[in-house]
């Protein structure tokens, strides 16, 4: 198995890390949309203390990725399917976008890349899904599959690098295995990985990159 799971904890363990550890998530999925917001900025926020010099839409997206990090932990145990991917996306692209919540019926383009992916279409979708889920890998890896399929197929109009993001970090708390973040040490190789497979279509050297950098866990 080229990408086996690094920790097996029990739900407990997989909940308290999770807690332990959502707001370094939502941090990360600030930089990833290369917002403008400090870890200290973003803790502060999510505290529920106004940050002076902050962009009121920065604070939104923040307090939108809190909004999605609490319904992912109070719906652990819930099916992983497109309309629970909708959901998430509902939250965490609540007044970013022109719809959020649910798929795209327009062109996008990606900064940094000639590549236009399709408008995504519910049923393929949802197939697309399916089969990363029903796939004989490790959980980790499915993981990866997800969020390299949802960054790449930009399902929504905004908010597909964290919605996926979410989405696999769902899949590896159900299972126990640990948690999904890229840390500011790794976040601009990450970019490069990223756009390279926007480019290229080839998964295999981002996942490879996430499973060495980004997969954090604990040692018992």
């Known amino acids: 198995m080229k990408y086996p799971d690094k920790y097996r904890l029990t739900a407990d363990e997989s909940r308290f890390l999770a807690r332990k ?18 870890f200290p900025q973003t803790k502060t926020i999510l505290s529920g203390v106004n940050v002076p010099g902050v962009q009121l839409d920065d604070i ?9 990090w609490r319904f992912l932990l109070g719906s652990i145990d819930e099916p992983v399917n497109l309309a629970y991917m909708c959901r998430l996306n509902e939250y965490i692209a609540r007044n970013e976008a022109l719809v959020w919540g649910k798929l795209r019926t327009g062109k996008v ?7 236009e992916p399709p408008v995504p279409v519910w049923e393929e979708a949802e197939a697309a899904l399916s089969a990363i889920l029903a796939d004989g890998v490790s959980d980790t890896e499915k ?11 930009q399902l ?6 964290r919605t996926s ?33 926007y480019n290229t279509g080839e998964a295999e050297p981002l996942k490879m990159f996430l499973y060495q950098n980004a997969i954090q866990g604990i040692q018992l």
Do not use: P
Not at 21 to 38: L, P, Q
Not at 60 to 68: E, G, H, K, P
Not at 182 to 192: I, L, Q
């Open 60 to 68: 939104q997206a923040v307090l939108n990725m809190r909004d999605a």
């Open 156 to 161: 929504f109009w905004d908010g597909n690098k």
């Open 143 to 153: 993981a990866l599959n997800v969020f390299t399929w949802g960054a790449r197929g």
């Open 109 to 115: 383009g990606i900064s940094g890349t000639d590549y």
């Open 165 to 197: 993001l979410t989405l696999a970090n769902k899949i590896m708390i159900q299972a126990g295995v640990g948690i999904l973040t890229v840390t500011d040490r790794h976040m601009e190789e990450f970019n490069v990985q990223l756009l390279a497979y």
């Open 21 to 38: 550890k959502w707001d370094e998530n939502v941090y990360c999925g600030m930089r990833m949309e290369n917002r403008a917001v400090t």
